[in-house]
Nanobody
């Protein structure tokens, strides 16, 4: 089995910064794409930032220039540095990874449990 555990959420004032972390653990053979999504109340879950299978990065337009996604492959961990936070960034942030478990022969998507980010005005 595989677990993704997020940390680093919290309450911050507008203009502030937070850094989210997501560590994958368990019977992991390989990790491919890994990144961050968010879901605000009453809205659909949306992509925030992610590494693709080719190693490039994709950002939603609303966070470009403010958020940076990075990863530590040795630790199977992905990070999201969030600067200049706005109230509209308030959401539950989820980590998602495309992971192949040992002996499976294929990649499957795994999700973390989510971490709340609240930005006050």
């Amino acid at each position: 089995q595989v677990q993704l555990v997020e940390s680093g959420g919290g309450l911050v004032q507008a203009g502030g910064s937070l850094r989210l972390s997501c560590a994958a653990s368990g019977s992991i053979f390989a990790v491919s794409a890994m990144g961050w999504y968010r879901q605000a109340p009453g809205r659909q879950r949306e992509l925030v930032a992610t590494f693709t299978t080719g190693g490039s990065t994709i950002y939603v337009d609303s966070v470009k220039g403010r958020f940076t996604v990075s990863r530590d492959n040795a630790k199977n961990t992905v990070y999201l540095q969030m600067n200049s936070l706005k109230p509209e960034d308030t959401a539950v942030y989820y980590c998602k990874g495309a992971i192949a478990t040992k002996g499976s022969g294929y990649f499957a998507d795994y999700w973390g449990q989510g971490t709340q980010v609240t930005v006050s005005s």
